[in-house]
């Protein structure tokens, strides 16, 4: 894709086109948002408004139609991408990141035209048993449509928010490519929360279960799990082991719920053990 990413980059029509088209196919959504936060990392927020606004026209439509999910991926990707040119942090981008989606749902934008109410009313007619739980839930006293709303909207922001990181990562490595080969293995690799960033994290956390906004802490621990899937890939890469081993590891982390718990574990214990860094100075 190097060299599609080279064409993007000789000129704003060219960025613009590309970003237009692929936000107008359905599930090319990610494809534009990339395209606008290479532009916007390599030429800054200003340079690239034109990308962004026609990425956006296409977003903006699928949103008129009930598809929130390409439009809310540009804007988590390009706000992201800002944050990352500015302040060349990884970690930075993603606690902003976070935030950014956490607001979306809190927001409601990714619940369903009518909210949940209509759905919970499908799945009562479909589901004897599921009338006959949802009625339980209603006799504990438990709100079933706020339930389900809050299930919709932060299954679906929480799938957004790991879109737009890999769309920035994508981006990121497109822009390594092109101008730092290299660069992009290296920074990913030696991605850590500090420790100052990992207390934003857990006051983040701690701020959304007393102030019940669950929203936040549905999404404060992105940042620690991506920079844990980081510390595995900066692991192998000091190792030299072959790249099944990352293969394997993905295979896991997406099929299995303990290898998520303990790649968060990992990343959380190498904020104060540097992994990396002890295995570079035996090395």
């Known amino acids: 894709m190097l060299p599609?990413?080279?064409?993007?980059?000789?000129?704003?029509?060219?960025?613009?086109g590309a970003a237009l088209l692929a936000g107008i196919v359905p599930w090319?959504?990610?494809f534009?948002?990339?395209?606008?936060?290479?532009?916007?990392?390599?030429?800054?927020?200003?340079?690239?408004?034109?990308v962004i606004i026609a990425a956006a026209l296409p977003a903006g439509w699928w949103w008129s139609q009930g598809d929130t999910i390409p439009l809310a991926s540009l804007l988590l990707v390009t706000l992201m991408a800002t944050v990352l040119r500015a302040r060349l942090s990884w970690s930075e981008a993603l606690i902003v990141?976070?935030?950014a989606g956490a607001v979306m749902i809190q927001l409601g934008i990714f619940l369903p035209p009518g909210g949940a109410g209509p759905l919970l009313e499908q799945l009562r007619q479909s589901s004897p048993e599921i009338e006959r739980m949802l009625g339980q839930l209603n006799e504990q006293?438990?709100?079933?449509?706020?339930?389900?709303?809050?299930?919709?909207?932060?299954?679906t922001g929480l799938i957004v928010l790991l879109a737009a990181v890999a769309c920035l990562a994508l981006a990121r490595s497109w822009q390594a490519g092109l101008y730092n080969p290299g660069g992009f293995r290296s920074e990913f690799h030696a991605l850590r929360l500090g420790v100052?960033?990992?207390?934003v994290l857990i006051g983040l956390g701690v701020m959304g279960m007393v102030l019940a906004l669950p929203s936040l802490a549905m999404l404060a621990w992105v940042p620690l799990l991506v920079c844990g899937v980081a510390l595995i890939h900066g692991l192998i890469g000091l190792k030299g082991m072959n790249k099944l081993w990352l293969v394997a590891f993905y295979i896991l982390l997406l099929t299995t719920w303990p290898m998520i718990l303990i790649v968060l574990l990992l990343g959380f214990i190498d904020t104060f053990a540097?992994?990396?860094?002890?295995?570079a100075r035996s090395q």
Not at 141 to 155: F, K, M
Not at 274 to 279: A, N, S, T
């Open 196 to 199: 100052k960033e990992l207390a």
């Open 28 to 30: 090319l959504f990610w």
């Open 97 to 99: 990141g976070a935030l």
């Open 32 to 50: 534009s948002a990339a395209v606008a936060g290479l532009v916007t990392l390599r030429r800054g927020l200003s340079a690239a408004l034109v």
């Open 4 to 16: 599609l990413a080279r064409w993007v980059m000789r000129g704003a029509p060219q960025a613009a």
């Open 141 to 155: 006293g438990v709100a079933t449509e706020q339930l389900a709303a809050l299930l919709i909207g932060g299954v």
């Open 274 to 279: 540097d992994f990396r860094g002890r295995l």
